[in-house]
């Protein structure tokens, strides 16, 4: 079989790599890829995740037999709806279905009226109402871009003067574009933070192995939020017991509402969660898989892959069963100096000792220059290890992150760390 899978970053690489365990798959194209994935993939570097025209040319072109459609602005500007009219099978949901990520109004609409749990909130078209009802609005306070924001759209203030600037910053100073054209305010939830990636077909749903993942940039979870700086899995706040109320409460009924507002999704649906005082509560929506959770949660995964997303695609999820490695897995995120702000690209990049067995390298932001692969983005490189507890896979990916080196290399050091004294070992 031929594959194709859509994006260049960790996240796409960590498909790659679980795509390619499956012996009937014979190729496999990223576009565009980077350089280390050119190691497990046919790159094409001159056609972009957002190139519609030149994936689904390119698909017909190279009788592509499954597509894999994983960013989110793609799956935004209605990849799968074109691919699937050029008769290419394909993973991910329709334009229509990945509204729930890339507008937080549809989203929070959406669960409003269907009774799904949520933060309370209101919406905004216009600065000054908003900096109207942020006069007597309780505080700390989160404000949301509507559209999508490379994970940066979201903005939490702790003060008056931090939520005026913060209305300024996405909807006067247009930071993010036109996803600040309309804004969410709403309330500021309290309690451990998991995340939930899912395979779903717009009926059944098989949850994947909970993550934690640690958004700031700075130890101890401070400084400015990236689109992720590590992760580990399993989360251990969510317990057997959490995740049937999860289940209950919140998957099914998402599903269903999808449904009954003429959008069935198909695909991952990601599901990041607040387990409250008042129980589990719905944080976001992603319309795909989260990066780097996936750089964790596919590590453990035990059933072929390919064979998940051929089931959600031809709407027979329900006849499967996923099974799982017993263990956990870290990732650590190896960063260019001043990510998510201002950082230089072209650095070469040392691997000075191969990595053991349990240790895998998933490239996210390289390319090859002159035979050397040199950084390219903010998030250059995600080292994850799996182990059988979390102190040890902890241990395996951060020896193995210290022998890769480039010129600004920035990483946390504390990945991991609330998921040890919340009781994993």
Not at 196 to 218: C, E, N, Q, W, Y
Not at 275 to 296: A, S
Request: with cysteine.
């Amino acid at each position: 079989m031929k594959l194709l899978v859509v994006g260049g970053g960790g996240r796409e690489h960590a498909i790659i790599k679980k795509l390619k365990e499956n012996p009937d798959v014979t190729e496999i194209y990223a576009l565009p890829g980077n350089g280390g994935i050119a190691a497990d993939a046919v790159c094409i570097p001159e056609i972009g995740a957002k190139d519609l025209d030149g994936i689904v040319n390119f698909a017909k072109s190279h009788n592509v037999d499954f597509a894999v459609v994983a960013p989110d602005d793609p799956l935004a500007m209605g990849c799968v709806d074109r691919l699937h009219a050029e008769g290419v099978p394909c993973f991910g949901p329709d334009a229509k279905a990945a509204r729930i990520e890339s507008s937080k109004v549809f989203a929070k609409n959406l669960m409003r009226k269907y009774g799904i749990p949520t933060a309370e909130y209101q919406v905004f078209t216009n600065p000054e109402a908003a900096l109207s009802y942020l006069e007597s609005a309780s505080f700390p306070i989160v404000l949301k871009a509507d559209g999508l924001a490379l994970g940066k759209g979201v903005l939490i203030a702790q003060t008056l003067a931090e939520a005026r600037q913060a209305v300024r910053t996405l909807m006067q100073d247009r930071v993010f574009g036109a996803a600040g054209d309309e804004i969410v305010i709403e309330q500021f939830l309290t309690g451990p933070e998991v995340s939930v990636l899912a395979f779903t077909d717009g009926k059944a749903i098989i949850p994947m192995v909970s993550s934690m993942d640690h958004k700031r940039v700075g130890d101890g979870d401070t400084g400015l939020n990236t689109g992720g700086m590590g992760t580990v899995a399993p989360n251990p706040y969510y317990t057997p017991e959490i995740a049937q109320v999860c289940v209950n409460t919140i998957f099914l009924p998402t599903l269903d509402a999808m449904r009954k507002e003429g959008c069935p999704f198909k695909g991952c649906l990601y599901f990041g969660l607040m387990l409250t005082p008042d129980g589990p509560k719905v944080i976001e929506y992603n319309c795909r898989f989260g990066d780097p959770e996936t750089q964790v949660v596919l590590p453990l995964l035990k059933t072929d892959l390919l064979t998940i997303m051929q089931a959600v695609e031809n709407e027979t999820l329900s006849e499967l069963a996923a099974e799982w490695r017993d263990g956990c897995a870290a990732c650590v995120i190896l960063a260019s100096g001043g990510y998510p702000e201002h950082y230089e690209t072209g650095k070469p990049i040392d691997f000075t000792a191969p990595f053991p067995p349990n240790v895998t390298c998933y490239h996210a932001g390289d390319r090859e220059r002159d035979g050397k692969l040199v950084t390219s983005g903010g998030r250059v490189l995600g080292i994850t290890a799996t182990a059988p507890t979390l102190q040890a896979a902890l241990r395996d990916a951060y020896s193995a992150a210290d022998t890769v080196s480039f010129e600004g290399k920035y990483l946390r050091r504390d990945i991991g760390q609330r998921a040890l004294r919340a009781g994993m070992n």
